[in-house]
């Protein structure tokens, strides 16, 4: 069995893709970028924007015989710190053009202005759902510290959802499967069975659904816009990608090559199932915020983790409203949640 993942990316290279693991400040650890031999040499995504980061992408590429001035291409998967933070310095040093799903560029181009209205986003949603003052300051306060590891990028070649991103050797089916955030695409080489997936499916962890501020929505709107059903909207993506039977090997943004998708999304969904359950059953006793059922379900968690529980129970909560087995309450700003009478 432990050859599996070795024998998965000796395929991967086989096709021209080499993994190059590249450390982050994360609890996720390595983030994997893949540099694919092709004409456009192509880099997708790139660490976040940090030095150790460079270093060991620069290292990951000498050992394919490149350096950063011979990338032509850099891809990236979606908006995250960890996969776009060193994108424009790659750029710069290498003349690389950069390429990104169409949404995604206005955000990338003002990530800083984005970063902030995405904070006031998330503010407003803690506020509502129940997320003590002094634990929302603190949030905020380590979400600018962790600002500078991502970094604006000039997406110079957008592309279209359901569009070809053609290299020499191959061709790249561009599909966008938002959840995880707004922005996750993932690169389909029907010719190989390939997927190169990113933070979509994830074999060691269930990808988190975070809500996030939405992308069309623009940047310096005043007004927050609503919550987007962020669960739903994964849901939604991973039924889709399990649709896709051709597919063999999906290469994932973090841990290990997946090789059976449809048994893995399976098995997610079997989970969010029952986490919907336990939920149901915990404001069956008496009506719960989102706060108070992420501290039912997980206890006090370190607050770097407070919005992603906090994520998780409003995905499930959106699955019961929307079934019609629960509603929200709205008292004085906050929403509680109920069992439908
Ligand atoms: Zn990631």
Redesign the pocket.
């Given at each position: 069995m432990d050859d599996e993942p070795a024998a998965a990316l000796a395929r991967a290279a086989e096709a021209g893709i080499h993994l190059i693991p590249v450390p982050t400040p994360f609890q996720?650890g390595d983030?994997n970028t893949y540099l694919i031999e092709d004409d456009p040499l192509t880099l997708l995504d790139s660490g976040p924007n940090m030095g150790t980061s460079l270093d060991a992408l620069e290292r990951g590429l000498a050992e394919h015989g490149r350096r950063i001035e011979d990338l032509e291409l850099i891809v990236i998967s979606h908006q995250?710190m960890?996969?776009l933070g060193l994108s424009q310095i790659l750029a710069r040093r290498s003349g690389a053009e950069i390429a990104a799903i169409d949404v995604l560029a206005p955000w990338a181009a003002r990530y800083d202005d984005g970063m902030e209205s995405d904070d006031t986003f998330a503010n407003r949603i803690m506020t509502e759902h129940g997320i003590p003052e002094d634990m929302r300051i603190a949030l905020l306060t380590l979400s600018h510290a962790y600002r500078s590891w991502g970094a604006a990028a000039t997406v110079t070649r957008p592309l279209a959802n359901g569009s070809e991103l053609q290299l020499r050797d191959r061709a790249l089916r561009v599909l966008h499967r938002p959840g995880h955030s707004p922005s996750d695409t993932i690169f389909h080489d029907a010719q190989r069975s390939i997927v190169l997936g990113?933070?979509h499916l994830i074999k060691h962890i269930s990808s988190n659904p975070l809500i996030a501020r939405p992308l069309e929505a623009p940047i310096d709107e005043i007004e927050t816009p609503d919550r987007p059903h962020a669960l739903q909207i994964y849901m939604r993506s991973l039924r889709a990608t399990r649709a896709m039977d051709d597919v063999e090997l999906i290469l994932p943004?973090?841990g290990e090559p997946v090789t059976d998708h449809v048994t893995l999304i399976d098995e997610r969904f079997r989970m969010h199932e029952r986490r919907a359950e336990n939920i149901h059953r915990l404001i069956s006793e008496h009506p719960l915020t989102a706060y108070e059922l992420a501290q039912a379900l997980w206890g006090d968690v370190a607050v770097a983790q407070a919005y992603l529980t906090l994520s998780e129970v409003l995905g499930h909560m959106d699955l019961l409203v929307a079934a019609g087995r629960a509603v929200e309450q709205r008292d004085d700003g906050v929403v509680r949640f109920a069992p439908a009478a």
């Open positions: 996720v983030v995250h960890d996969h990113a933070d943004g973090h």
